[in-house]
């Protein structure tokens, strides 16, 4: 148990509610147990699994480092349990799905503006408290922006963040330098090829947790992967502020700007290809499009930070110290009171007991009802 108000784990006999979402990594369950005061997430991962326990272990290392150094707009470790064959960790709930989910909900699947105004704004508070810790993210995308039940965001998962030493750029820690021109060289000067360059989430190679001003790990989601990464240059923070791009991007036009047919057209147009804009230039398009620059030394955001991001045009008016007390969020989560209440009157179903069921999936009669069986869709 982590901390004294972290719900008391035991795995063999915790009840679930039901089935959050199944990554890579690990399966996710909502869970309200009588220890704890309101309902949680618990992420499981297999111990059968070596890198889904590494990549599990160095998530809730970050997770205990965020309970540290709390952020609004960031998940914080409650506790964390271990049987013979699971390990397990539970995370606040998210009652409002995540915003991949949310944007199909829309009118041709985009958000106006001020929506994305708002999202952006918030996540990137997130990423620049990461970044204040000395970690890159590595994996922001719309299924990893959870909504909380008050409509703020959440990232989640951390499996593929890393840990880099904070900039030495001195101006990195100043409002407002002069250009650097050596900054170019100072990037560029450890260059290294990376050995694999063809992995995605669902078959992430190990990974080097070690810190270092750059990492060359290749890793994250095809559409937001950025060029330093697939180039195997080497690469830093920028590469969140290349996600945040692509993100806005998809937020704007419902469609990522650098998708092609198959992996390696996708690749090819993150290298080659400028983004396009339809419609009339806007402070949100100048935006993505500094965001989106191939040499991340000539990035928004590489030389200050979060600071420079914060600065640009399309954030005018918002009040950064104030975004979780002022501004109401656009989308608030319907409450389901059968979320809290469902346990105590005994239903819902035991953890192990799903993954046992999943070992042995019973042939369903035809004439048999699913009902509310949890199991029948895997
Ligand atoms: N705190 C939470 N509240 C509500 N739902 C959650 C929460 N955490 C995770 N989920 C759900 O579970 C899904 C899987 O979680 P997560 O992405 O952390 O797992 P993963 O195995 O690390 O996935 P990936 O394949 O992206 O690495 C999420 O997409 C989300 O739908």
Redesign the pocket.
Known sequence: METSSAPNLDLDNIRALKL???????T?F?VHDSSASSPF?L?LVKKSSASSLR?AKW?TQILRRLSDEPNPFL?RLLATSESSDFFAWA?????G??LNVLRHRQNDGVFSSAVIKFYLAEILCALDHLHSMGIAYR?LKP??I?LQESGHV?L??F??SCSLNKPTRPEFYLSDPEPDPTRKRFFRQKTKKTKSARVN??TRRRMSFSAGERSNSFVGTDEYISPEVIRGDGHDFAVDWWALGVLAYEMMYGATPFKGRSKKETFRNVLMKEPEFAGKPSDLTDLIRRLLVKDPTRRLGFRRGAAEIKEHAFFRGVKWDLLTEVLRPPFIPLRDDGEMTENVTGSGFGVKEYFEKLRTPPLPLPHECSGNNPFVDF
């Open positions: 959050l979402g199944k990554g890579a990594t690990g996710v909502l997430a992420k990549r998530e998940p995370i606040p709930y998210c009652s799905g995540d994996d299924e990893n959870l959440t989640t998962d499996d593929l989430p669902i």
